[in-house]
């Protein structure tokens, strides 16, 4: 049996709980699942998700969200 996952919400997460990406380590992995629909879980590697990470930072994905109002 696989252990308990502990899901972790960004601080930038609204206090509603709801739209929020959550993340966690689990069997050497990262998993990722959006909150609004739990059962849909995304694994991928800690190297791959650091990527992606410092790549959000640096701005690299800024132009899929153009005109879009947060």
């Not at 919400?9 to 966690?24: L, R, T």
Request: with cysteine; net charge negative; glycine share 12%.
């Amino acid at each position: 049996m696989s252990a308990p996952i502990n899901w972790q919400k960004s601080s930038f997460s609204g206090g509603g709980g709801e739209n929020c990406v959550e993340a966690a380590p689990h069997e050497g992995n990262i998993v990722l699942r959006e909150s609004d629909i739990p059962g849909v879980v995304v694994t991928t590697t800690p190297t791959k998700f650091l990527a992606f990470v410092l790549g959000v930072k640096a701005g690299e994905y800024d132009h899929l969200i153009e005109g879009v109002d947060l």
